[in-house]
């Protein structure tokens, strides 16, 4: 008894499965669609980056380092391995600096760079250092 219940619960929706069209992507024959609100590879640009720190405070994986030299210059260090992409970076930026584009981030053969230097506003020998 229990196994014709099962079969009659099921063979509507089998008969509505294959009745339907098909419902995925084409993304090996075709472009990969990333959705709107999409998360991807971290991006600043350093011409508007003031060197707050409200990124580094608010950023919950600790992905964002900020080392001040004093008032006008400053490295803005991110660390990839510990970012998880859940834009509060973003969100805390008043100045609209950093932002998170829909763009993929590669994956990388062996262990991809422990750190990038995305803001370099100072001088001396440490400025030129990565």
Known sequence: ???LRSLLYMLPRLWETLC???TTVAYPFGPSEVPPNYR???RIEADLCRGCGACVRDCPSFGLELEKESRDEFRLIYYPRRCIFCGQCEESCRFDAIRLTNEFVKPSVGR???R???VDC???PEA???
């Open 40 to 42: 991807g590879r971290v």
């Open 128 to 130: 030129s250092e990565h």
């Open 1 to 3: 008894m229990p196994s």
């Open 122 to 124: 100072g001088s001396g």
């Open 20 to 22: 339907n069209r098909v």
């Open 112 to 114: 991809r760079p422990s």
């Open 116 to 118: 990038e230097v995305l």
